[in-house]
């Protein structure tokens, strides 16, 4: 099992950098002459926009594109609070995500590579929003309970702090 926001982050920040290395090799390979003097700016401006918009609409109820009633929808899971089972990142999504990036540097197309960005950006959306939902909400997310259906989310309590203790072990004043 994996944390929800985990996966989305760890799912993001693998295809921000196959796409920052697609730039880089775009870079690289055709002397910097497909890359004009504000297409860095513009995608920034994109990156940070689009974040932005997504990070609003996935944040409501919205049937097909708002994540916040699968978050209400998730089953409590039974027994403790398990831990992680499975590494939410991997060598092969890394690798998934950056050699098409780095075709597509090679072969000198940078436009397309906002197609990725704007993925990425999808993706740092849902973690925020579920990193809300979990605040908010005083539960964490997990993924992969269920074996024949790995992508429904369950939910464990958050576990209240342990009471803080002076050096003489009395509680404090």
Do not use: C, I
């Not at 690798?95 to 990036?101: A, D, H, M, T, V």
């Not at 997310?141 to 002076?166: A, C, F, H, I, N």
Request: glycine fraction near 10%; hydrophobic fraction near 50%; avoid cysteine.
């Amino acid at each position: 099992m994996v944390r929800y926001v985990h996966s989305e982050l760890t799912a993001a920040l693998a295809l921000l950098a196959g796409t920052g290395m697609g730039a880089a090799v775009a870079v690289g390979v055709h002397d910097g002459s497909v890359l004009r003097a504000g297409s860095v700016g513009k995608a920034a401006v994109f990156a940070v926009v689009f974040l932005t918009l997504v990070t609003l609409v996935r944040g409501t109820r919205f049937k097909w594109v708002g994540e916040v009633a699968s978050f209400e929808a998730a089953v409590p899971l039974s027994g403790p609070e398990p831990a992680p089972t499975q590494r939410p990142f991997g060598l092969g999504r890394l690798l998934l995500f950056l050699l098409p990036n780095l075709v597509v540097g090679v072969l000198g197309f940078t436009w397309v590579l906002l197609v990725p960005l704007a993925m990425a950006m999808d993706w740092l959306a849902k973690a925020a929003v579920g990193a809300r939902w979990e605040r908010a909400n005083g539960r964490l997310l997990w993924l992969g309970q269920d074996k024949e259906e790995p992508m429904r989310l369950s939910y464990s309590l958050v576990s209240p702090p342990p009471p803080t203790r002076t050096a003489t072990d009395a509680p404090p004043a």
